[in-house]
Protein backbone atom coordinates (compact mmCIF):
# COMPACT_ATOMS: atom_id res chain seq x y z
CA UNK A 1 0.00 0.00 0.00
CA UNK A 2 2.64 2.44 1.38
CA UNK A 3 4.22 1.51 -2.47
CA UNK A 4 1.15 2.69 -3.98
CA UNK A 5 1.03 5.57 -1.78
CA UNK A 6 4.42 6.74 -2.89
CA UNK A 7 4.18 5.61 -6.81
CA UNK A 8 0.64 8.14 -6.39
CA UNK A 9 2.94 11.11 -5.05
CA UNK A 10 5.35 10.30 -7.81
CA UNK A 11 2.20 10.95 -9.94
CA UNK A 12 1.82 14.38 -8.67
CA UNK A 13 5.41 15.66 -9.79
CA UNK A 14 4.48 14.73 -13.62
CA UNK A 15 0.56 15.99 -12.78
CA UNK A 16 2.12 19.64 -12.00
CA UNK A 17 -0.47 22.60 -12.82
CA UNK A 18 -2.93 20.14 -13.92
CA UNK A 19 -3.40 18.17 -10.34
CA UNK A 20 -3.96 21.77 -8.04
CA UNK A 21 -6.29 22.53 -11.10
CA UNK A 22 -8.34 19.71 -10.69
CA UNK A 23 -8.32 19.92 -7.04
CA UNK A 24 -9.59 23.61 -7.22
CA UNK A 25 -12.65 22.36 -9.99
CA UNK A 26 -13.33 19.64 -8.27
CA UNK A 27 -14.40 20.93 -4.76
CA UNK A 28 -15.43 24.43 -5.62
CA UNK A 29 -17.21 24.45 -9.06
CA UNK A 30 -20.06 21.73 -9.15
CA UNK A 31 -20.14 19.28 -11.94
CA UNK A 32 -17.23 21.33 -13.43
CA UNK A 33 -15.13 18.71 -14.23
CA UNK A 34 -17.64 16.45 -15.66
CA UNK A 35 -18.29 19.13 -17.62
CA UNK A 36 -15.19 19.13 -18.87
CA UNK A 37 -14.58 15.79 -19.57
CA UNK A 38 -17.91 15.65 -21.97
CA UNK A 39 -16.37 18.81 -24.00
CA UNK A 40 -13.21 16.90 -24.38
CA UNK A 41 -11.04 19.18 -22.54
CA UNK A 42 -10.05 16.89 -19.88
CA UNK A 43 -6.11 16.87 -21.15
CA UNK A 44 -5.66 19.54 -18.84
CA UNK A 45 -7.04 17.57 -15.55
CA UNK A 46 -5.98 14.36 -13.92
CA UNK A 47 -7.97 11.57 -15.82
CA UNK A 48 -11.77 10.85 -13.57
CA UNK A 49 -10.62 7.16 -12.40
CA UNK A 50 -6.79 8.40 -11.36
CA UNK A 51 -8.17 11.00 -9.39
CA UNK A 52 -10.48 9.24 -7.56
CA UNK A 53 -8.21 6.37 -6.83
CA UNK A 54 -5.47 8.82 -5.84
CA UNK A 55 -8.50 10.52 -3.64
CA UNK A 56 -10.06 7.11 -1.96
CA UNK A 57 -6.33 5.72 -1.28
CA UNK A 58 -5.44 8.76 0.72
CA UNK A 59 -9.23 9.61 2.40
CA UNK A 60 -9.30 5.73 3.64
CA UNK A 61 -5.69 6.17 4.80
CA UNK A 62 -6.07 8.72 7.30
CA UNK A 63 -9.83 7.88 8.30
CA UNK A 64 -8.07 4.52 8.92
CA UNK A 65 -5.49 6.56 10.98
CA UNK A 66 -8.10 7.55 13.61
CA UNK A 67 -9.28 4.08 14.41
CA UNK A 68 -7.92 2.66 16.98
CA UNK A 69 -8.71 -0.88 16.85
CA UNK A 70 -7.71 -2.09 20.46
CA UNK A 71 -10.78 -0.29 22.17
CA UNK A 72 -13.18 -1.90 19.77
CA UNK A 73 -15.14 -4.54 22.38
CA UNK A 74 -16.65 -7.80 21.60
CA UNK A 75 -19.83 -6.53 23.36
CA UNK A 76 -20.58 -4.32 20.22
CA UNK A 77 -21.42 -7.33 18.43
CA UNK A 78 -23.15 -9.46 21.08
CA UNK A 79 -24.04 -7.37 23.45
CA UNK A 80 -24.11 -6.45 26.99
CA UNK A 81 -23.01 -9.51 29.42
CA UNK A 82 -25.21 -11.83 30.21
CA UNK A 83 -26.91 -11.76 33.74
CA UNK A 84 -27.25 -14.83 35.47
CA UNK A 85 -30.83 -15.93 37.37
CA UNK A 86 -31.03 -17.29 40.21
CA UNK A 87 -30.69 -21.50 39.63
CA UNK A 88 -29.38 -20.83 36.23
CA UNK A 89 -26.23 -20.17 34.78
CA UNK A 90 -25.65 -17.29 32.74
CA UNK A 91 -25.93 -17.86 28.99
CA UNK A 92 -23.68 -15.97 26.52
CA UNK A 93 -25.41 -15.16 23.57
CA UNK A 94 -24.11 -16.12 19.99
CA UNK A 95 -24.66 -14.16 16.85
CA UNK A 96 -26.38 -15.73 14.35
CA UNK A 97 -27.65 -15.00 10.74
CA UNK A 98 -30.36 -16.18 8.73
CA UNK A 99 -30.42 -15.33 4.80
CA UNK A 100 -33.14 -16.54 2.53
CA UNK A 101 -30.39 -17.45 -0.71
CA UNK A 102 -27.80 -19.07 1.22
CA UNK A 103 -27.89 -23.17 1.77
CA UNK A 104 -28.08 -24.33 5.25
CA UNK A 105 -24.47 -25.18 4.58
CA UNK A 106 -23.34 -22.16 3.68
CA UNK A 107 -25.45 -20.04 6.40
CA UNK A 108 -23.61 -22.72 9.21
CA UNK A 109 -20.00 -21.39 8.19
CA UNK A 110 -21.17 -17.99 8.03
CA UNK A 111 -22.29 -18.40 11.99
CA UNK A 112 -19.10 -20.24 13.16
CA UNK A 113 -17.16 -17.48 11.96
CA UNK A 114 -19.38 -14.87 13.25
CA UNK A 115 -19.24 -16.65 16.62
CA UNK A 116 -15.38 -16.63 16.32
CA UNK A 117 -15.20 -12.61 14.94
CA UNK A 118 -17.39 -11.88 17.73
CA UNK A 119 -14.83 -13.05 20.06
CA UNK A 120 -12.50 -11.62 17.98
CA UNK A 121 -13.79 -8.18 16.30
CA UNK A 122 -10.96 -6.39 15.88
CA UNK A 123 -10.01 -9.00 12.99
CA UNK A 124 -13.05 -8.34 11.43
CA UNK A 125 -13.40 -4.46 11.69
CA UNK A 126 -10.13 -4.28 9.94
CA UNK A 127 -11.29 -6.67 7.23
CA UNK A 128 -14.11 -4.62 6.63
CA UNK A 129 -12.12 -1.24 6.64
CA UNK A 130 -9.89 -3.03 4.36
CA UNK A 131 -12.42 -3.48 2.21
CA UNK A 132 -14.83 -0.65 1.65
CA UNK A 133 -12.31 1.24 -0.95
CA UNK A 134 -12.88 -1.86 -2.89
CA UNK A 135 -16.39 -2.00 -2.44
CA UNK A 136 -16.86 1.81 -3.45
CA UNK A 137 -15.16 1.62 -6.69
CA UNK A 138 -17.19 -1.70 -7.34
CA UNK A 139 -20.24 0.16 -6.39
CA UNK A 140 -19.94 3.16 -8.88
CA UNK A 141 -20.49 1.70 -12.12
CA UNK A 142 -23.80 0.29 -10.84
CA UNK A 143 -24.74 3.97 -10.22
CA UNK A 144 -23.37 5.23 -13.12
CA UNK A 145 -25.74 2.77 -14.62
CA UNK A 146 -28.95 3.98 -12.71
CA UNK A 147 -28.18 7.48 -13.43
CA UNK A 148 -28.07 6.43 -17.12
CA UNK A 149 -31.07 4.81 -16.36
CA UNK A 150 -32.65 8.09 -14.69
CA UNK A 151 -31.83 10.29 -17.16
CA UNK A 152 -32.61 7.65 -20.10
CA UNK A 153 -33.76 10.22 -22.35
CA UNK A 154 -30.86 12.62 -21.84
CA UNK A 155 -28.22 12.04 -24.49
CA UNK A 156 -24.86 10.91 -21.96
CA UNK A 157 -23.50 8.12 -22.98
CA UNK A 158 -22.58 5.39 -19.84
CA UNK A 159 -18.65 6.34 -19.86
CA UNK A 160 -19.98 10.10 -19.19
CA UNK A 161 -22.67 9.15 -16.38
CA UNK A 162 -19.36 7.34 -14.71
CA UNK A 163 -17.26 10.00 -14.83
CA UNK A 164 -19.99 12.05 -12.70
CA UNK A 165 -19.98 9.32 -10.12
CA UNK A 166 -15.97 8.99 -9.94
CA UNK A 167 -16.31 13.24 -9.78
CA UNK A 168 -19.03 13.20 -7.12
CA UNK A 169 -17.61 10.33 -5.19
CA UNK A 170 -13.82 11.69 -5.32
CA UNK A 171 -15.89 15.26 -3.81
CA UNK A 172 -17.74 13.23 -1.00
CA UNK A 173 -14.60 11.44 0.25
CA UNK A 174 -12.44 14.63 0.47
CA UNK A 175 -15.31 16.11 2.31
CA UNK A 176 -15.76 13.29 5.01
CA UNK A 177 -12.17 13.52 5.30
CA UNK A 178 -12.09 17.20 6.12
CA UNK A 179 -14.63 16.84 8.37
CA UNK A 180 -13.21 14.19 10.08
CA UNK A 181 -9.75 16.03 10.66
CA UNK A 182 -11.46 18.99 11.80
CA UNK A 183 -13.78 17.05 14.37
CA UNK A 184 -10.28 15.56 15.48
CA UNK A 185 -8.94 18.55 15.76
CA UNK A 186 -11.21 20.57 17.41
CA UNK A 187 -11.69 17.64 20.08
CA UNK A 188 -8.10 18.11 20.95
CA UNK A 189 -7.82 21.59 21.35
CA UNK A 190 -10.75 21.54 23.48
CA UNK A 191 -9.14 19.44 25.69
CA UNK A 192 -5.78 21.02 25.77
CA UNK A 193 -6.91 24.45 26.25
CA UNK A 194 -10.44 23.97 27.77
CA UNK A 195 -12.26 26.07 25.75
CA UNK A 196 -15.29 25.13 24.71
CA UNK A 197 -15.43 27.81 21.76
CA UNK A 198 -13.75 25.16 19.86
CA UNK A 199 -16.59 23.08 19.82
CA UNK A 200 -18.76 25.84 18.91
CA UNK A 201 -16.81 26.44 15.79
CA UNK A 202 -16.43 22.88 14.97
CA UNK A 203 -20.16 22.58 15.18
CA UNK A 204 -20.41 25.72 12.38
CA UNK A 205 -17.68 24.75 10.32
CA UNK A 206 -19.12 21.07 9.72
CA UNK A 207 -22.40 22.45 9.42
CA UNK A 208 -21.30 24.76 6.80
CA UNK A 209 -19.49 21.60 4.82
CA UNK A 210 -22.75 19.47 5.20
CA UNK A 211 -24.80 22.11 3.50
CA UNK A 212 -21.80 22.92 0.87
CA UNK A 213 -22.19 18.98 0.34
CA UNK A 214 -25.82 19.01 -0.02
CA UNK A 215 -26.28 21.95 -2.42
CA UNK A 216 -22.39 20.57 -4.21
CA UNK A 217 -24.62 17.33 -5.23
CA UNK A 218 -27.74 19.57 -6.24
CA UNK A 219 -26.11 21.47 -8.03
CA UNK A 220 -24.02 18.89 -10.32
CA UNK A 221 -27.16 17.33 -11.17
CA UNK A 222 -28.47 20.08 -12.68
CA UNK A 223 -25.72 21.93 -14.41
CA UNK A 224 -24.91 18.37 -15.72
CA UNK A 225 -27.98 17.23 -17.07
CA UNK A 226 -29.17 20.73 -18.10
CA UNK A 227 -33.28 19.94 -16.88
CA UNK A 228 -35.33 22.50 -15.03
CA UNK A 229 -35.38 22.86 -11.29
CA UNK A 230 -38.37 21.17 -10.73
CA UNK A 231 -37.47 18.11 -12.32
CA UNK A 232 -34.17 18.10 -10.91
CA UNK A 233 -35.34 18.40 -7.28
CA UNK A 234 -37.59 15.74 -7.94
CA UNK A 235 -35.02 13.41 -9.71
CA UNK A 236 -32.37 14.64 -6.75
CA UNK A 237 -34.74 13.14 -4.14
CA UNK A 238 -34.94 9.82 -6.01
CA UNK A 239 -31.30 9.73 -6.46
CA UNK A 240 -30.91 10.50 -3.03
CA UNK A 241 -33.30 7.13 -2.13
CA UNK A 242 -31.64 4.73 -4.29
CA UNK A 243 -28.00 5.66 -3.29
CA UNK A 244 -29.09 4.72 0.08
CA UNK A 245 -30.39 1.55 -1.00
CA UNK A 246 -27.46 0.82 -2.89
CA UNK A 247 -25.48 1.89 -0.22
CA UNK A 248 -27.04 -0.18 2.15
CA UNK A 249 -26.80 -3.59 0.01
CA UNK A 250 -23.21 -3.01 -0.88
CA UNK A 251 -22.50 -2.81 2.74
CA UNK A 252 -24.77 -5.73 3.24
CA UNK A 253 -22.64 -7.81 0.86
CA UNK A 254 -19.12 -6.66 2.18
CA UNK A 255 -20.01 -7.63 6.13
CA UNK A 256 -21.03 -11.54 3.97
CA UNK A 257 -17.86 -10.99 2.30
CA UNK A 258 -15.68 -9.52 4.76
CA UNK A 259 -16.87 -12.47 7.33
CA UNK A 260 -16.19 -15.21 5.15
CA UNK A 261 -12.83 -13.93 4.00
CA UNK A 262 -11.54 -12.96 7.85
Known amino acids: MFAAVGDLFGEIGHWDSRFYRTIVG ?3 RPGFLSLEFVRGRHA ?15 SFLILTSFIDFDTIDSSAFTGPEPVAVEGEPAKKLS ?6 WLSE ?3 AEINTKLQYLADNPKILVQRLVSLAPQ ?3 LMLPFWALFLKLIYIFNRHYYLEHLAVALHTHAFLLMSITGLTILSVSMSSLTALTGNSQFVEIADWLETSILIWMATYMLITQKLFYQ ?11 VCSLA ?7 AFIVLI ?4 LTA
Not at 44 to 58: A, D
Not at 227 to 237: E, N, P, R, S, Y
Not at 243 to 249: A, D, E, F, V
Open 44 to 58: SYVPPLRLYFFISLI
Open 243 to 249: YILLLSG
Open 95 to 100: PKINIG
Open 135 to 137: MML
Open 227 to 237: QGWWKTLFKFM
Open 26 to 28: LMA
Open 105 to 107: AEE
Open 256 to 259: IYGI
